[in-house]
């Protein structure tokens, strides 16, 4: 419940008590006050008839008002009386039996009070009404003789409910009122807090974790100047922001100079690295050494190559960080998977390798430059390789997916193909993502370092066994590449699961073009060789196979094709077997 909505129903609230308190009081006062006139009436009746003294009273009703009833009582029994005035006639009227055993009952109940005069309320067969008992001295009754007057409060009763009534009716009114109009009060008075709160809002959906952020959003000067707790809080919020927009200016200064230093210092360190490297092999071509010289040599080589890598890497890191153009084409992401898969097949042959494309017999277009396209396919599977076990299982996916999925499927299959396709083939529009996913069945990375997983320079060699040297810059090249190209990248891993998954947009091709590649396809089928042939089948998955079923992705590589042929069939996994992205 937001403060404005508490304190509306607060104020409602202790509006509505007060207006009960005030109307209980109200009620009390005014039934006090009429009882008591309808007393002293009473009282005048009783008076008139022992105006008399030492003689009968008068119990005539004759003269008296409408409904009054008059008696003599003594010692459990009338002396006179009761009688009623009758409504219509206006003669006396007897009382039913059971009214007069309720007027002698009320007698023996009563408690009388010489110092109060005060009567008692009783209902009769003819009615509610107030009855007034004094004693009466008269040598001709009984020491014990009372006389019971009695006047219809009937009067007294509706006054009351109308009293009532009204201030109920006007205390909701009033209520009402007062909610509606407060409300609005509170909403304009609370109004510059949300404006506050706006402002916060804004800042805390900066990507404050980026160096290229600016924080220019403020409170409004005039309310942050107003000495009011609203105008002081705004206040307080401006000089806080002014504050962390200096260390943020700070922070994007230096890390301008690191790069800027990065950048010359790999510069200048690429001529003196391939000189070393050069001398060295030059050494090693003209010069005899022994076997202690010829591993130092060798050591000197490799550790300058990786030398030379590491300060490539940190150039393509700062350009791309710096958002230097690439090239930019029309690029299959299928066809690069497939020369990523067979390239770390032969690189990475203690593991197991699968490739499986699920795109309906697309092509899984994007926009971008192929060479990093491919250097973020080759990182993210020598990235598996590296840091798994011999044996370990690794799979790369390509799929086309609806951008506005926020929960990918972790495992393409016919039906979700199928759907895509023809959702893809109603639309063409840019509407859908391909999906890369590189998917291995190691060790798993430790929760608390994933997080840091793309940061530079993030190494953790204790993450997942098996893991060699590296110069943690490769995942973070792989995130810079796919934000150059609008895509993203995300992890997610626990032992025997995990899964590197890479979003970029799609890009339809033309109709055209699609029937070209249909047709270049068809043809390279029909001049592959016999054994090849009949390892190239579509890439539309069938219902029909067992799931015991695992068939292999299948490159040829005809002698007229410059790009080796892809045949991949969506693949069935056996219990024991993970299934790509499930965690």
């Known amino acids: ?19 009960m308190i005030i109307g209980g009081l109200t009620h009390t006062l005014m039934a006090a006050k009429l009882w008591g006139q309808l007393d002293s009436s009473l009282a005048a009746t009783i008076d008139r008839a022992t105006s008399a003294s030492g003689h009968m009273p008068v119990t005539d009703v004759s003269s008296q008002p409408v409904g009054t009833v008059v008696a003599l009582v003594a010692d459990g029994k009338f002396r006179a009386g009761p009688e009623v005035t009758d409504s219509v006639t206006g003669e006396p009227t007897k009382l039913s039996e059971a009214d007069r055993k309720t007027i002698i009952t009320t007698i023996d109940e009563f408690e009388y009070n010489p110092q109060k005069t005060e009567g008692i309320t009783a209902t009769l067969e003819i009615g509610d009404y107030r009855l007034l008992i004094e004693p009466v001295a008269s040598r001709d009754l009984p020491a014990s003789t009372v006389m019971v007057a009695g006047l219809p409060a009937k009067r007294t009763y509706a006054t ?17 009122l007062v909610g509606a109009v407060g409300g609005a009060a509170i909403r304009a008075t609370m109004q510059p807090l949300h404006h506050v709160v706006d402002v916060a809002d804004s800042i805390a959906t900066l990507p404050l974790t980026e160096s290229d952020v600016h924080v220019d959003q403020r409170v409004n000067r005039n309310l942050a100047s107003k000495p009011t707790e609203i105008g002081r809080l705004g206040g307080a919020l401006n000089r806080l922001l002014d504050n962390v927009g200096d260390a943020l200016e700070t922070r994007a200064a230096s890390e301008m100079k690191m790069r800027r230093f990065v950048a010359d210092a790999s510069h200048e360190l690429r001529t003196p690295l391939a000189s070393i490297r050069g001398y060295a092999q030059l050494i090693h071509v003209t010069h005899e050494l022994t076997p202690d010289g010829e591993r130092s040599l060798e050591r000197l080589i490799g550790q300058t190559e990786n030398m030379t890598e590491l300060v490539e890497q940190l150039l393509l890191l700062n350009r791309l960080e710096e958002g230097h153009a690439t090239t930019i084409e029309t690029v299959d992401m299928v066809q690069i998977a497939a020369n990523v898969y067979l390239d770390s097949q032969a690189a990475f042959g203690e593991h197991t390798w699968e490739f499986d494309a699920f795109t309906d017999g697309d092509p899984a277009y994007v926009e971008g430059d192929p060479s990093q396209l491919a250097r973020v396919l080759s990182n993210l599977a020598s990235n598996a390789a590296k840091h798994t076990s011999a044996g370990t299982q690794v799979d790369i996916t390509v799929g086309i997916e609806p951008t506005q999925l926020t929960h990918v499927p972790a495992l393409f299959n016919a039906s979700t193909t199928q759907m895509h396709a023809e959702e893809r083939a109603r639309s063409h529009n840019s509407g859908y993502d391909v999906v890369v996913r590189v998917h291995d069945t190691g060790e798993g990375i430790d929760p608390e370092f994933l997080p840091k997983v793309f940061d ?3 190494r953790a060699d204790k993450a997942r066994s098996g893991s060699t040297s590296t110069s943690g810059l490769g995942l973070a090249i792989v995130k810079a590449i796919a934000e150059a190209h609008q895509g993203t990248i995300n992890v997610e891993s626990e032992p025997g ?20 590649h249909r047709a270049e396809t068809t043809q390279l089928e029909a001049q592959a060789p016999a ?11 069938t219902t029909a196979q ?8 299948k490159v040829q590589e005809p002698a007229n094709a410059k790009e080796p042929v892809y045949s991949a069939r969506p693949y069935r996994r056996s219990p024991a077997s993970p299934r790509p992205g499930t965690m």
Not at 160 to 173: A, F
Not at 531 to 541: K, R, S
């Open 1 to 19: 419940m937001s403060l404005r909505v508490r304190l509306v129903v607060l104020l409602t609230l202790m509006l509505a008590a007060g207006s």
């Open 160 to 176: 009351l409910r109308t009293l009532d009534l009204t201030m109920l009716v006007v205390s909701t009114i009033g209520v009402v």
């Open 456 to 458: 530079r320079l993030a």
């Open 497 to 516: 699961n995990t899964v590197f998954t890479i979003r970029l947009p799609y890009c339809p091709p033309p109709a055209a073009g699609a029937a070209k």
């Open 531 to 541: 054994d090849a042939q009949a390892a190239i089948e579509t890439q539309t998955p």
């Open 546 to 553: 067992s799931p015991a079923t695992r068939q292999e992705p």
